[in-house]
């Protein structure tokens, strides 16, 4: 059998790959961790020789170079989606991930359609052979109202032309992947991966991670997470690290998954949300970590969302006895944007950098002023987490709205100076110009900067505004965490506009912890903990059954989305309690 070859041989990215995966054909390459004892392995050649396989595929189909392809993993950490996404890559063809489908197709038609509607695909790749797989795809790819075909494994390796629909205009020859903006500040939007970004991005995040040989990177985080597809797999690719993944529906399930995952497989390196840290710390027993140690990791990042004291408290604390050292524990900042994280917290600091600041001085003027010991308590006390420093060849400056440099601790949005830039959002150039600002990249993200470090604040869109205090609504989890009833970290909170006050009125969202539970006591909670340690009143509580709110794609809480159901009455069918008309 002739060995497949580049089909593009003046594409020096590609290029760039194929080089790497060849200097070691027998060296680990991917794997996936499927659950204690049970890891499958694919070594960098076969990874190669997989990965060219479907770039030959994709050609023979009648893919066009710099055509887009959706890929729809149906098992989410497993080699093959690997060797589909990369095999895009060396055709020439980017790829946009979506979340796997994993046994189950309730949040899968939405994104894929909204996929399928910005870019014009006329290919959603299954990363499976099997025909019970390919089915499952097809059923997704049916509740959509999008003409697609779908190309399998076995179509693939046919190496025959398949597809029927005509291709679409357009197309980027720089873009190298699409990746989907996580959707927290409305519908996702696709950014546009170019090949000197994902370089620059691997280059800076090799750098800040200190990575070396005989390191081993762990994700549960998908390939349709930034952390999964850059961080993880391009990373390891790039730069001769062996990538584990894991499927983010087990972590769920079964938390202390990860630990034995990354004991097994003697990993060094892995990302997790604030979530995960709570998650673990609640659910995690000793029993479950009996003959795991932790001592081997030199890099636990808190990736995604601010980091919350309490819960690195709490997570360091579970796994203290296990071998965990709190040094490793550290922090980053990025986007999607930014083609991964722009700033990266010490790997040499004893532990995480935590500032405590006046609170009231930080929520109604914007201003971080460090408190003494003897001042750094109670509720008059904010305590905010480092998110590190820039990799070298960025920078992070702070701007008001008029777009003036602000100076160290004071509070504005997060501007962006790297060479790990995206190349914009994939069809939309209005939403391209909104975020460029020069050699700038307007986040919309609040912090301040202490020295070089940043200390990231939340999102612009998402603050509450409550009598001159602006709040993120990352604030209110620590205080609901003390309220009894409620599931642990299922929240929403948001403001809505009253003219007669003046004012915002606070909305909460939170889900019971039993379905059985006592939804008018869990409201009567809910403002009791936040009167007592924020001092401020909540003006309507909605208590939902366990499991009803949604994330967004990377596992972050849909703050505007909820905010938007609420402002047209679509919250009622989910609130378990009466409402209480004399707060709204």
């Known amino acids: 059998m002739t060995r497949p070859t580049l089909p593009y041989p003046d594409d020096a990215f590609a290029a760039r790959l194929v080089g790497v995966l060849r200097e070691a054909p027998d060296a680990p390459a991917v794997a996936s961790y499927r659950g204690r004892g049970d890891t ?46 990369l095999g895009c890559i060396l055709a020439g063809c980017p790829p946009l991930t979506i979340p796997a489908i994993d046994g189950s197709l309730t949040a899968g038609p939405e994104v894929l359609q909204r996929a399928l509607t910005v870019t014009g695909a006329r290919a959603v790749l299954v990363a499976a052979a099997e025909p019970e797989k390919v089915a499952m795809a097809a059923a997704l790819l049916g509740m959509t109202d999008r003409s697609a075909e779908l190309l399998s494994l076995a179509n693939l390796r046919a190496e025959r032309g398949c597809l029927t629909l005509p291709a679409s205009a357009g197309g980027s020859e720089t873009c190298r992947v699409l990746q989907l903006t996580s959707g927290t500040t409305g519908a996702n939007r696709v950014c546009m991966w170019g090949a000197a970004p994902i370089e ?41 690290v062996p990538a584990i993944f894991m499927s983010p529906r087990r972590f769920a399930a079964d938390p202390a998954a990860w630990l034995h995952g990354l004991q097994e497989t003697q990993a060094t390196v892995t990302s997790a949300s604030n979530f995960a840290y709570k998650l673990v710390a609640d659910t995690v027993r000793p029993d479950d970590l009996a003959g795991i140690t932790l001592a081997q990791l030199r890099g636990v990042w808190n990736t995604g969302e601010r980091v919350a004291e309490h819960s690195y408290r709490a997570f360091y604390g579970c796994l203290r006895p296990i071998g965990l ?55 008059d006390a904010a305590v905010i987490a480092t998110a590190g420093a820039p990799w070298p060849g960025s920078s992070v400056i702070i701007q008001d709205d008029a777009g003036s440099t602000l100076p160290d601790g004071v509070v504005g949005e997060i501007m962006l100076a790297t060479p790990a830039r995206f190349d914009g959002y994939y069809n939309d150039p209005e939403a391209t110009a909104a975020v460029f600002e020069g050699d700038l990249l307007r986040t919309g993200d609040l912090g301040y900067r202490r020295g070089d470090q940043l200390f990231w604040m939340g999102r612009k869109q998402e603050r509450v505004t409550v009598r001159g205090r602006k709040m993120d609504p990352s604030e209110f989890q620590p205080v609901l965490e003390t309220a009894a009833g409620l599931r642990s970290s299922a929240f929403v909170a948001f403001g809505v506009d009253d003219e007669a006050l003046g004012t915002e009125r606070v ?73 209480d008309t004399s707060k709204v």
């Open 40 to 85: 499958v392995w694919l070594t960098r050649g076969a990874l190669l020789d997989d990965a060219l396989a479907v770039a030959t595929g994709l050609r023979a189909a009648g893919v066009a170079r710099y055509e887009p392809c959706i890929l729809a993993p149906v098992d989410e950490g497993e080699p093959a989606a690997a060797a589909v996404l």
């Open 325 to 379: 050292r709190e040094a490793v524990l550290c922090a980053n900042y990025g986007q999607a944007e930014c083609t991964g994280g722009a700033t990266y917290s010490a790997l040499d600091a004893p532990r995480l950098l935590f500032e405590t600041v006046d609170r009231e001085a930080l929520e109604q003027r914007g201003v971080a002023l460090p408190l003494t010991a003897g001042e750094a308590t109670g509720p």
């Open 200 to 240: 620059a991005a691997v280059a800076g995040i090799a750098t800040a991670q200190g990575l070396r040989a005989g390191d081993r990177l762990f994700s549960w985080s998908g390939l349709h997470h930034t952390l999964g597809v850059l961080n993880t797999l391009l990373v390891g690719v790039l730069c001769g």
């Open 507 to 579: 909305i909460i969202v939170v889900e019971l912890a039993a379905a059985d539970g006592d939804a008018v006591a869990a409201a009567r909670e809910v403002r009791r903990v936040v009167s007592r340690s924020m001092g401020i009143a909540v003006d309507d509580v909605v208590v939902a059954a366990p499991q009803t709110l949604t994330t967004t794609i990377s596992g972050k809480r849909r703050h505007r989305h909820y905010k938007q159901l609420y402002l047209a009455n679509q919250l009622a069918d989910l609130r378990l309690n009466t409402r």
